[in-house]
């Protein structure tokens, strides 16, 4: 953000109340005189999982879009951005002629490119893929450790025109093949000690990534699959669910974004700690940092966040909660012996919803008061944001912030306001109070899961997704995890 910038993201138009199929539902007298600007909608179907009686549902709509430009509704009554590119990679290839001379991308410890040098070896990665016989729709897995390699097998995969998998370096190795299988991945781009290669026929295996003729698929459309995110799951039994992204999805997502954390263009240094293989790090941050023609530093370990502050310009640091809360005590014996951590001006938090692996471990890491307290002690110039999502709403929902100050209540309960085109409905009998199972829609929710039409009837609802998270919402738009 620039010097003096200021964004407060806020309830767009305040608590407005609709139930299906009636009367708009206000909170008193000044809710009532909102509900009357706009006329409640029906939605497609009843608020209820397949074996459960039919419940109200109870719309938190944005009342006027009139002057949120370029948001507006459609048939659908999604609200949606009007002018985005008609693909992710026109976006990216847009940026890389813009800002070709600068940092796209640095591991500390590894290699840097700027992002011609990234542009170049991506595109060559895709023609080894196409060499492959990899091409539009396939399923590429990207199966490594973040670092260089992992973004420009990323984007390999995506300037073919196939459909880059994301399957997170850390999971079990069974867990891991039975993602890359359930995705029906036609080639894996791996570690050097995995290795790429297709995963039907005898065909040999190699270390290195494909590497052919510079090649850019340019045919993809704003409604065309354009990346497979796994959820991790509500618990250590579950196998991770493949969620459907498109390019819309990962456009409108980048776009709120970016609005919504006021990024910079001026060549924004982000460290990102998020795992990239999760939508937190790499639709929320990765991909962001780049449409703003910033550089996105990747490290490992306390270390490499040291030095990444130290040597690499940051300004930004990118992380979840347990991530942050693990690497803390360290950063703050550093700041006391010299680490320049104030040159830090913009921290992003992000925490999944409640019931992910993820949300999960972040209660375990004991992130509480003294954390809030301790992280502006260790980056006392930074403004801090706060951004709560799940895979199938691309990683966004939900923000708190900009603050000079700790982000969020003590108690871990505050989750944000909508931001981004995002809307909200709650579901159950204490709806029309205020109370109830959150839902969420909008221009980056997911239409469907993966090969999964049972655990889609069950999530969503028309064009509503069920988060499973019980919240309230206040007058003011706040939306707050029940206890």
Known sequence: MQAGTTTTIGPPAGPLLRTTGGPAAGT???????????????????CRRADAPAISLVEFPQADTSSAAPLSRGADGILRYGNLSPALTELLDLQVHAFANREAVVEVGGGRLTYRELWHSASRVAGGLQEHGIGYGDRVAVHMPPGVRWVQAFLGALLSGAVPVLVHHGLPSRAAEQVIADSDADFVLGSRQRG????RGDGPWSPELPDGAAFIDDGAALNDLALLCYTDGAGAN????????TNENLLSAIRSMVAALDLPTDGMRNLVLQPLAHAGGCVDQLLPTFAVGGTVVLAQGAGGVARA?????????AANTRILA????????????????????????????????????AEAAGAGPDFAAQLCRVFPSARQWSVWGATETSGIGLALGPTAGPVGGVDGTLLGFPFGGTELALCGPRAASGHGELLCRGPNVSRRYWKDPQRTADRFTGTWFHTGDQVSIGRDGLVRRSA
């Open 309 to 317: 502050i130290a040597g690499e310009g940051v300004d930004t640091v």
């Open 196 to 199: 790429c290669g297709a995963t």
């Open 238 to 245: 579950e196998l991770p669910t493949g969620v459907e992204l």
């Open 28 to 46: 008193g007298a000044e809710g009532g005189d909102r509900t009357a600007q706009s006329r409640p909608r029906s939605l497609e179907g009843p």
């Open 326 to 361: 693990g690497l803390l005590p360290e950063l703050a014996a550093g700041r006391a012996g010299g680490l320049p951590t104030e040159r830090v001006i913009r921290i992003s938090r992000s925490d999944q919803r409640a019931g992910t692996a993820d949300g999960d471990a």
